[in-house]
């Protein structure tokens, strides 16, 4: 069993920065996929990006390319979404999540989820 937490939302202007970290508990981390999804408000949860278990392949949603980092740390267990430039429509709550088979792409089936972090940015 693993246990995902997300941490590092808040409220910032548009245009600023937020780093999000999930810290996740159990062994062999480095083989997980892991990802951030999203969900705002009346809306479905959206992928944003992944990267496999060895840090090398990244994945991220078009809408976030070139604003948005993924990067894991694998002696730490934990994941970070680096965030630039935000936008207000980047507004969501944030949830990290893991595969065992290490997948890290929008149709992987994830098996594990946070509990989510408010990201909220303001115009």
């Known amino acids: 069993q693993v246990q995902l937490v997300e941490s590092g939302g808040g409220l910032v202007q548009a245009g600023g920065s937020l780093r999000l970290s999930c810290a996740a508990s159990?062994?062999?981390?480095?083989?997980?996929?892991m990802a951030w999804f999203r969900q705002a408000p009346g809306k479905e949860r959206e992928f944003v990006a992944g990267i496999n278990g060895g840090g090398g392949t990244r994945y991220y949603t078009d809408s976030v390319k070139g604003r948005f980092t993924i990067s894991r740390d694998n002696a730490k267990n934990t994941v970070y979404l680096q965030m630039n430039s935000l936008k207000p429509e980047d507004t969501a709550v944030y949830y990290c999540?893991?595969?065992?088979?290490?997948?890290?792409?929008?149709?992987?089936?994830?098996?594990?989820w946070g509990q989510g972090t408010q990201v909220t940015v303001s115009s």
């Open positions: 999540a893991a595969d065992r088979t290490g997948g890290y792409t929008p149709r992987v089936e994830y098996d594990y």
């Open positions: 159990g062994r062999a981390f480095s083989y997980y996929g």
